[in-house]
């Protein structure tokens, strides 16, 4: 994870470094960390490079609040963490979507906490996506976009909404990067995305591209499954 500080108090940004090393020691991530104690040189500098930013909220000429609201008119995603010694005033962070705030002075267990939250974010938007060679190149695809995945001839073969992409990894190893409470095999060769199932038939599902077989030995797991990520029970 990429993090960048700017906080104007240099023992207090030095303080959240101590925070961050003793973190990574904690939890055995690997974390980067830049500081800025002047916001103006931060915005100046600032590319979208980096997964979260810890804002004090009180700095002089340019608010921490001011400073968000500027990195929002370039980047969306930027996990945004309000540090402040007054609550009240953390509450502008909804305007700009932060994902919280840590009062002063900071502790470690609620600096943990938000840490671990930030992990939780970021690790949810990568499973929104994977990266395969197709045709020689690099293609990322949206996990939603999927329809069904196939091996055929020892190639794999994705299905998406839009096009098919042709690969030579494994069923498995693509399996091992979805979401497993969103795909389910319905026979050994080909695993479907439950979001896109429309209905299973007595041996057969059917997906907005059409239909496909649904084997004997996995339909007891594949319905199962199914009534598990929509929340019901299925009786075929």
Not at 47 to 63: A, C, E, G, N, T
Not at 77 to 102: L, S, W
Not at 203 to 215: K, N, Y
């Amino acid at each position: 994870m990429n993090v960048v500080i700017v906080e104007d108090d240099v023992l207090a940004s030095n303080m959240l470094v101590s925070f961050f090393t003793d973190y990574t020691i904690e939890k055995g991530r690997e974390i980067k960390i830049d500081c800025y104690n002047s916001p103006h040189q931060f915005l100046e500098e600032f590319k979208s490079q980096y997964d979260l930013v810890l804002l004090d909220i009180q700095m002089p000429r340019l608010s921490g609040i001011q400073v968000a609201e500027k990195i929002r008119q370039t980047d969306e995603n930027i996990i945004i963490v309000f540090i402040t010694e007054i609550a009240q005033y953390a509450i502008a962070g909804y305007k700009v979507r932060a994902m919280d705030y840590i009062l002063k002075p900071v502790s470690f267990y609620d600096f943990s906490y938000m840490v671990d939250n930030a992990f939780k974010i970021i690790k949810s938007r990568e499973q929104k996506s994977i990266v395969v060679t197709s045709k020689q190149c690099l293609v990322k695809i949206l996990i939603s976009s999927i329809y069904f995945i196939e091996v055929q001839n020892h190639k794999l073969y994705i299905h998406t909404n839009s096009e098919t992409y042709e690969t030579w990894a494994s069923l498995s190893s693509i399996e091992s990067e979805l979401p497993q409470e969103m795909f389910s095999r319905i026979n050994s060769g080909v695993t479907v995305n439950l979001n896109h199932v429309l209905s299973v038939n007595n041996d057969s599902v059917i997906l907005p591209c059409g239909e496909l077989p649904l084997s004997r030995r996995r339909k007891k797991e594949f319905c199962s499954n199914l009534a598990r990520y929509f929340g019901g029970t299925l009786h075929v």
